[in-house]
Every structure is written in structure tokens, then in C-alpha cells.
């Protein structure tokens, strides 16, 4: 900032110099008078720069305001010359649309043009030899096939089968054998696409996945004239999904506003602007299925693909050359025209038979799979990762894929299985080889002595029942496409390990299953039957033994074996020739509720019904024995089916609610009702001796089959109607039950050890209060939306009382509320001179601040006030809360307010303690400091 001479200076700032300095520069020090004048001079010389200081900071305001409404002024030229340049531009594009709209129909009609004239296109012939004759028609196909999931090749790299750079690998295997191309491509003459596949690649590089799953989405036509085998592709701009042929319905779906099947809206009205926009749409796929079959009719003009051709040639955009049958259209892409490959998909069977598993049968998996690598915990910088399903759970080795492993126990709500392990284990100690007395210093690696285990679930999908499974089961899903294409990555692995193992087994029983086949021949049965009759009946003996064991054994175990298959054979044919059957099935199905009249392995018939008023549906069943005169015997209540009884049993008829019951399930981990109704008697006892009982849950989860847990609710004291209210909206909540609690429990667990459930005491953990859910009940009602966590449910309520409760209940909540709003009306009251007292306390600063600037400016410059003040900064010493606080106790205790000073009713609040109706943070042991502001009045 430039300085002004002494010229320039004002007279008074000159003549405080003058009078402060002497000639060297140093200060004169006055006293007396000399410094009272000195001093008024040095006012008048501040005021006077004060007064300049002024007058610059309004020129710079004026500035300011004058720079800020010339930009203004600029912006709305600015918004003037934009509203004019979007006119402008509006109109040109207006004047360009036709212009535009005609350049890209005329890009298009080029574009399709190339793909006719075969413009980036690539023909390779595959396989040489005999052409198809010249009436053979072309058949078109219209589902998009996936390369991986038809050849299943490489499907041990990674378990993820081929992807575009195995593309060598499918061709041979193509041209390897006609019933691989058969699968693909049937027709003596025609065309497939297919695609790669449509794994997506993971390999933790999102540019390489990108780049990978480009080249996967690729299209490869596969044209095919008699032993002739061509691959084609063509411009990678004409993307290819799921068809090249339309839907018998996809256009109509345009219009009636239809999305994968399913209707989002009501159909477009003819003639509006949404049917116009839904007319180019329509358009545009026409015009799709249009370019795939030029390029067909460029492939049959252009190239000798599919020569001899039929006199008069073949054009594919000719509807009359389809009629007349030389090009022939397979919809087997169209959903709407599929009526299913079967009544069961694999889903459904491999968790229906999963269900079923148990000790002592034998599982294959996948352990390779997605899905078991994703239950892997990754670790962190100081914690190594493990698997949750495995113990140890932090070593490399896994279950041997392919292989059948024996289920040998339980846990965690699975099936355990154990394997041997190829790691190391270290070890101090470990003696050294061939000199004895040696030892090794420090650890050295050893081989472990004990197996690892791994825990299997039946809901896993990368696992099947190696005992249950049949191969014409496992080979019909491996040949169904569409359960391919839905569970390539899990079903396809783990139906090839199991295929495999069970002909690798097959093949090594041959000799044995000749020898039953020629058994049952002297039985009398067919020989034209004997092997797949051989085949369901060591299906049946391998799964009737609690523990699966091998056809092949010693001497006397196969005798056994061979014994016990013919006696099998000799009941069922006993059976299938019983003329009473059909009358016993009739008396079967008069029991209440009956899903299954069955005959097992003694000639017995039994009906067999859910057990009526079940907690847990799909366990217990009433078995009920018919006798052959078709009258009922008794009736055996609460039963669970063993796995292997249940495999056993010839079944003459089921309801469908059979196919899905549990069988197998552990005694000792279920209760049955009346079970449960002698646990629940002895917690209402218990709790009736400390009160009067509310309520019994049960907690019991699949996960943890072992552990099942009861708690009792009971109320005590006054009964609810006349309880003392305590207002709290939480009513029975964990802070109202630490204050009130009028409601307590009572914990066991449920000990099924003995001869019969019975009840041990445990403490309460956790959160026991009563209304722990929404609607003030500590359970979980049957009817509510499930959740992957198990909620306790009810067992027992004594509703009248209940009711009361919940009364009571409603009332403490309605006190709260009261009481909410009168605290809430308190503190508005309150508040009403809260503001008055901090305008009072600025009006005191601003006096004080006007005190020292008339001191230090004199009383004549009420012109530089408003400039000062704004410079000065004023804070509330006093929090708002504070001054509310004082007020809002003075209130409650009925004391006046108004006339009162803050140093009064700073007192008043310390000697009452410093409380107030409301939150109020403040020490009880310390009075509120009225920073100086006591004398203020109310």
C-alpha cells in the first residue's frame, strides 16, 4: 500500500508526531497536562484515519457493487446470446434431422449390404466330404447354442469349461465323432450359431475380463452340408444373443407392453406417440432378423456352402421357398412353445435327494466348484484366511473331486466327511531316519496322522447323494439342455464326477452283477430285463444298509449280498402279483390326511399321515397298518422315518407332499407335541411359582440341531389392571425391564439325553426382554416374513392374561406420550424467554462495546460506529440450554420467573440439584456461571 508524505498526512496526525518524537526519533514521555492534550490529539488523529478507512471501505464497496452489477449485466448478455444460440441451433438441427435420419438409413442399407455381399467376413471349412443332395432343405435354427456347455471340453480348467481360445479344442471335438455333431447340428443341411460361452471371466483384471468376455460373446455359424462342416463369422457389429429368428409372439409383445414374458403395462393405443416410438423398436428388430438372413442369402448366393442347391435356387427373405420346403425354421429357442423337458428340474431333484442324506451313505462333489471356493474367508495383514467348512480350516488340501467320501457323522447342522491330507503338519522332536536316539532340532514337517473332515450341507449345489443317484438320471440331465445352460458351472462338474465314479464302480462289480443276472433268470426273470433289473436292485441294497457298503467283498459278504438282492426281487414280484393291493391302497387312503400307502421289506402295508398338529412340518408321520382284509390296525403316532426304511418301502401310492418329506432325521433333535406339551407344562409350573406366566418360546436352530432353548415369561407384583403406570413408549423394552420389571423369565435348555426331554435351568444372556419385537412380543409369529435367522417362536400363550399385559402396556405408552408432550408444551413455555434474556445479554455487550469505542474515538464519531461494530465480534457466553434450563426448573417448581434475576435462578437450580424437565447435561455439582450477566432481569 503507497504511503503518504508528510504533505498529504492530516494536520492532526502530523502534530502527534511533532509532539511524540524528537529529532532522533526517540519518544518523549509527558505527564500532567502534556499528556492529557497529547492524548486528545492522538483521538482526533485516530478518528481521522478512522474516518479515511471509512471512506476507502465505502469507494471499495461501491466498487464492488458497481464490478458486481456490471457482471450482471454480462451474464444476461451472456443468457440472452445462449437463448439465441439454442434457437439457432434448434433450427439447424431441425434443418439436419431429415438430413441425418436419411444418412443413417443410408449407413444402415450399406452396412447391410456388406453383410450380403460378406464384407468382414471370415468362411473356414472344418471338415471336407460328401455334400448333402439337392432337395435336402436348409434348416435354420434359432437358438443361440454355447460352445462350452455342448462339448463340455475342458471342463477340468479351471471348472469352467472352453472359453475363445479353446475354440481348436470344440472343432475337434465336432469332427471327433458324428454324434458330437449330431447334438449341435442334426440336419443334413442348415445352420446353428453358437458362442463360446457365457461364463464370465474372473481373473481380477477388469480390463483383461472385459477384453475376455468380448471374444466369449463372439458368434460362430456353424454351416453344415452332409459330411461337409463350414464355421463362419461375420461383421462383430451384428451382436447375436439369444435367437436369430423372432418369437412366434416377440412382436405383438412390443405393442401389448410385455417384458420377458410378463405384462408392465396396459397396450399402447394405435395412432399415439408411444406407438410410434414402439413401431421403430418393432421396426428395428425386423429389420435384425432381416440382416441375419441376408447374410444367409449371401452365403447361399455368393459360396458353394450348401451346393446343389434345388432348381430355382434358395432365398432365404423368400416366405414362398419356406412354404414349398426348402428352408426349414426350428423355433427352439422360443419359451412360449416349449411345454418343459421333465415334471422335476435337476434343482428340485438334487435337493430332493439331498434332503434325504444321511450317516452311512456316500457323497461325490465338485470341491473345486464356485461355490465351494466362495465359502473361503480371505485374511487379512495379520490374519491368514481359512474355510469355514474344513478342520483344520486353514490347510490347502481339499476332498478328492470325483470320489466318493462316506458321510461319518454330524455337525453344525451337515454331514461330516473325512479325507486324507496331502500337507504337512511341523512337528518338534521328530526323530531322525535310520540313527536312532536322533532327534531333529526345532520343527521339522511330518505327515499328519489324523484325517481332515469337511462339513457338507444339503443345500449345497456342488453335491449329490452318490447313493441315491441312479445313472440314467445323471445322464439324462447332462443330455438336457436346458438344465445345462441353467446350472452349467454347478450341475455340469459334479454329474460328470458322479457319472464317472458310478461306472468306474459298475465296472468293477461286472462280474457280480453277471453272476445276480443269471440269479434272477432262474428266478424267472427276463433276460432281456435282467441288467436294469440288476441295476434297481443294488440301487436298493446299497441304500437299505444304515451303512453303504461296496457289492464286492469277501466270500461270505457277497453270498449275503446275493442273498438278501434275491429276496428283494422274489418280495416285490410277490408283491406285483397280489391281488389285494388294490384293495389295501383303498383302505390306505380312507386315514385323515394320508400321503403314502407303502409295503416294506416284510410284506407289511402300513398309510402313513402327517402327525396332526405338528410344529415342524415334514418330520412326523402317524403310521397306520392295513391288513390284507383292507381293515386298519393300530396306529403308531409321532413317528420319524429312517432314510433307509423309508428307500426301502415299496410305495403303491403317493401324494405329492411324500416326495418332499424328511426322512432320516435324528430322534433325539425333534420333539413331538406331546413332548413339547410336558416341557411347556413344567415352565408354566416354574413360572407360576415366581408369578403369573405369560408366555412360552422355543428357540431352535437347523444349523445347530443339538441345542434347542425354552424361556418362560410370568409377571409379578400387582396384577396389570392394577399395576402403578410407568410412562416409558417402551414398554417391557431391555431399559424399561432394568427400571420396572414387572415382567421377568425363566431359560432352559431343552436336555434330550435321556429316556425323555427334560428341562435345564440356564441364565438369561442376551436380550430377554419381553417386547423385543414390533409388536411388544418376544416371538416371532408364524405369519411374519422369514429371515435367514432363526427367531424364537410360541409355544404356549394364556391369552386373556396376554391381553391384560399388552392393556397395561398401551397405557404406560400413552403416559409417555402425555408426558412427551406436556415436557414438549414445558420447554416451548420455557423457551419463550430464552430469546428476550440473550438479547438482553447482546444489548449489554453492544453497550459495553459502544462504551470503549466512544473512549477510544470520542463521542463525536457516530459516523465510524456502524463500521466498528461490525468488526467486533460477540459470542453468547450463557448456552441457550443453560438459559432454558434455569427457567424450565424455576417452572417446575412453581416459582415466579418474571422480576427474577440469572444469579437468582442460578441459585434456585444448584440448591434443587440442577435438574430440569428435559435433557440437560449440566454437573449437579457446579453451579451455571452467568458469565457476568447475573444482574439481568426477567
Excluded at 464490478?67 to 431441425?94: H, I, P, S, T, Y
Excluded at 452318490?466 to 452349467?488: G, N, Q
Excluded at 429371515?787 to 403416559?815: G, M, N, T
Aim: glycine share 6%; charged share 30%; proline share 5%.
Amino acid at each position: 500500500m503507497p504511503t503518504m508524505s508528510a504533505a498529504q498526512q492530516p494536520a492532526a496526525t502530523v502534530h502527534v508526531q511533532a509532539m511524540t518524537e524528537t529529532e532522533g526519533g526517540s519518544l518523549i514521555p509527558y505527564t500532567g497536562a502534556d499528556a492529557a492534550s497529547t492524548r486528545e490529539a492522538i483521538v482526533n488523529a485516530r478518528v481521522e484515519l478512522a474516518r479515511q478507512r471509512a471512506s476507502i471501505s465505502r469507494a471499495q464497496e461501491q466498487a464492488r457493487a458497481d464490478l458486481a452489477r456490471k457482471r450482471g449485466e454480462l451474464d444476461r448478455q451472456r443468457r440472452e446470446m445462449e437463448a439465441q444460440f439454442e434457437k439457432e441451433r434448434a433450427e439447424l438441427e431441425a434443418q439436419m434431422r431429415p438430413l441425418q435420419e436419411q444418412l443413417a438409413k443410408m449407413t444402415e442399407v450399406m452396412w447391410s449390404v456388406d453383410l450380403y455381399l460378406g464384407r468382414d467376413e471370415s468362411l473356414q471349412l472344418i471338415r471336407d466330404g460328401k455334400p448333402a443332395p439337392a432337395d435336402t432343405p436348409i434348416t435354420v435354427r434359432q437358438k443361440i447354442l454355447v460352445m462350452a456347455e455342448e462339448s463340455l471340453v475342458l471342463m477340468g480348467a479351471g471348472q469352467t469349461g472352453m472359453d475363445a481360445d479353446g475354440i481348436p479344442e470344440f472343432i475337434s471335438w465336432l469332427c471327433a465323432d458324428d454324434a458330437n455333431l449330431s447334438r449341435v447340428l442334426p440336419e443334413e443341411k442348415g445352420v446353428v450359431v453358437l458362442v463360446p460361452t457365457r461364463v464370465k471371466s474372473r481373473s481380477g483384471n477388469a480390463f483383461e475380463d472385459a477384453a475376455r468376455d468380448e471374444a466369449n460373446s463372439e458368434s460362430f455359424w456353424l454351416l453344415r452340408n452332409g459330411e461337409k462342416l463350414y464355421l463362419l463369422t461375420v461383421d462383430p457389429k451384428l451382436r447375436l444373443i439369444d435367437r436369430i429368428l423372432p418369437n412366434r409372439t416377440e412382436f405383438v409383445d412390443v405393442f401389448d407392453q410385455k417384458l420377458f414374458g410378463m405384462k408392465v403395462g396396459e397396450p399402447v393405443r394405435p395412432g399415439s406417440e408411444e406407438w410410434f416410438k414402439l413401431e421403430k423398436v418393432a421396426d428395428a428388430r425386423r429389420r435384425h432378423y432381416m440382416r441375419v438372413m441376408l447374410v444367409l442369402k449371401g452365403i447361399t448366393e455368393r459360396t458353394p456352402v450348401w451346393h446343389p442347391l434345388p432348381e430355382g435356387g434358395v432365398d432365404f427373405m423368400s416366405v414362398r421357398d419356406q412354404d414349398r420346403g426348402k428352408i426349414q425354421l426350428i423355433q427352439d429357442g422360443d419359451q412360449s412353445l416349449q411345454l418343459g423337458e421333465a415334471s422335476e428340474t435337476f434343482s428340485q431333484w438334487q435337493r430332493r435327494l439331498n434332503a434325504l442324506l444321511r450317516p452311512g451313505l456316500r457323497v461325490i462333489g465338485d470341491w473345486h466348484s464356485e461355490g465351494f471356493r466362495d465359502e473361503y474367508v480371505r485374511g487379512e495383514s495379520y490374519r491368514r484366511g481359512y474355510h469355514p467348512r474344513l478342520y483344520p480350516d486353514r490347510i490347502d488340501t481339499r476332498p478328492a473331486t470325483g470320489v466318493p467320501h462316506l458321510i461319518e457323522g454330524r455337525k453344525d447342522g451337515g454331514f461330516v466327511i473325512r479325507f486324507e491330507r496331502t500337507d504337512s503338519v511341523y512337528k518338534r522332536n521328530v526323530p531322525v531316519p535310520d540313527r536312532p536316539g536322533y532327534h531333529y532340532v526345532g520343527e521339522m514337517p511330518v505327515a499328519p496322522k489324523q484325517r481332515a473332515s469337511c462339513v457338507v450341507m444339503a443345500s449345497d449345489d456342488w453335491v449329490l447323494p452318490f447313493d441315491l443317484i441312479t445313472v440314467p438320471e445323471l445322464e439324462w440331465f447332462l443330455a438336457s439342455r436346458e438344465e445345462r445352460s441353467k446350472h452349467f458351472l454347478s450341475m455340469v462338474p459334479v454329474i460328470r464326477a458322479a457319472l464317472e465314479a458310478k461306472r468306474a464302480e459298475a465296472d468293477a462289480e461286472r462280474e457280480f452283477r453277471v453272476l445276480l443276472e443269471a440269479l434272477l433268470a432262474t428266478e424267472g426273470a427276463e433276460a432281456s430285463d435282467a441288467p436294469a433289473l440288476v441295476d434297481e436292485l443294488v440301487h436298493w441294497w446299497k441304500v437299505a444298509h444304515t451303512w453303504s457298503k461296496p457289492l464286492n467283498g469277501s466270500g461270505s459278504h457277497e453270498k449275503k449280498a446275493a442273498d438278501q438282492i434275491l429276496a428283494e426281487y422274489r418280495s416285490r414280484r410277490a408283491a406285483a402279483g397280489d391281488a389285494a393291493e388294490d384293495l389295501i391302497v383303498a383302505a390306505g387312503q380312507t386315514v385323515p390326511g394320508v400321503i403314502a400307502v407303502a409295503r416294506d421289506r416284510q410284506g407289511r402295508w402300513f398309510a402313513y399321515a402327517p402327525s396332526p398338529g405338528a410344529h415342524e412340518p415334514g418330520v412326523f408321520l402317524d403310521v397306520t397298518r392295513i391288513r390284507r382284509n383292507g381293515s386298519l390296525g393300530d396306529t403308531k403316532r409321532w413317528q420319524i422315518l429312517a432314510t433307509r426304511t423309508a428307500a426301502a418301502l415299496h410305495v403303491a401310492w403317493q401324494a405329492e407332499e411324500w416326495a418332499t418329506w424328511t426322512h432320516g432325521q435324528v430322534r433325539k433333535q425333534r420333539l413331538s407335541e406331546p413332548e413339547r406339551a410336558t416341557l411347556v407344562a413344567q415352565a408354566r409350573e416354574q413360572a407360576a411359582a415366581a408369578g403369573t406366566a405369560i408366555c412360552v418360546i422355543e428357540f431352535w436352530d437347523p444349523k445347530n440341531p443339538v441345542e434347542r432353548r425354552m424361556r418362560a415369561y410370568y409377571w409379578v407384583g400387582d396384577d396389570p389392571e392394577n399395576a402403578i403406570v410407568v410412562p416409558d413408549e417402551s414398554s417391557f423394552g431391555w431399559r424399561w425391564a432394568l427400571t420396572n420389571p414387572a415382567i421377568k423369565a425363566l431359560s432352559w435348555r431343552v436336555d434330550a439325553g435321556g429316556e425323555s426331554p427334560q428341562l435345564v435351568a440356564t441364565s438369561n444372556t442376551g436380550d430377554y426382554s419381553f417386547a423385543k419385537y414390533a409388536d411388544g412380543i418376544p416371538w416371532w409369529p408364524d405369519d411374519a416374513t422369514r429371515y435367514s435367522e432363526v427367531r424364537p417362536r410360541l409355544v404356549w400363550l394364556d391369552e386373556p392374561f396376554h391381553e391384560l399385559v399388552q392393556a397395561y402396556r398401551s397405557r404406560c405408552a400413552a403416559a409417555a406420550k402425555a408426558e412427551r408432550e406436556e415436557r414438549r408444551a414445558a420447554e416451548t413455555a420455557a423457551y419463550r424467554y430464552v430469546r428476550p434474556i440473550e438479547t438482553a445479554i447482546y444489548e449489554a455487550q453492544v453497550a459495553a462495546v459502544r462504551e470503549r469505542f466512544e473512549e477510544d474515538y470520542g463521542r463525536d464519531a457516530d459516523d465510524l460506529w456502524d463500521a466498528h461494530l461490525k468488526s467486533i465480534t460477540t459470542t453468547t457466553p450463557i448456552h441457550s440450554r443453560d438459559l432454558w434450563a434455569l427457567i424450565a426448573s424455576a417452572q417446575r417448581r412453581g416459582e415466579p420467573v418474571v422480576g427474577r434475576t440469572l444469579d437468582e435462578l442460578a441459585d434456585a437450580a444448584y440448591e434443587a440439584g440442577n435438574t430440569a424437565p428435559g435433557e440437560w447435561h449440566h454437573s449437579r455439582h457446579n453451579r451455571v456461571d452467568t458469565a457476568g450477566f447475573g444482574h439481568l432481569v426477567e
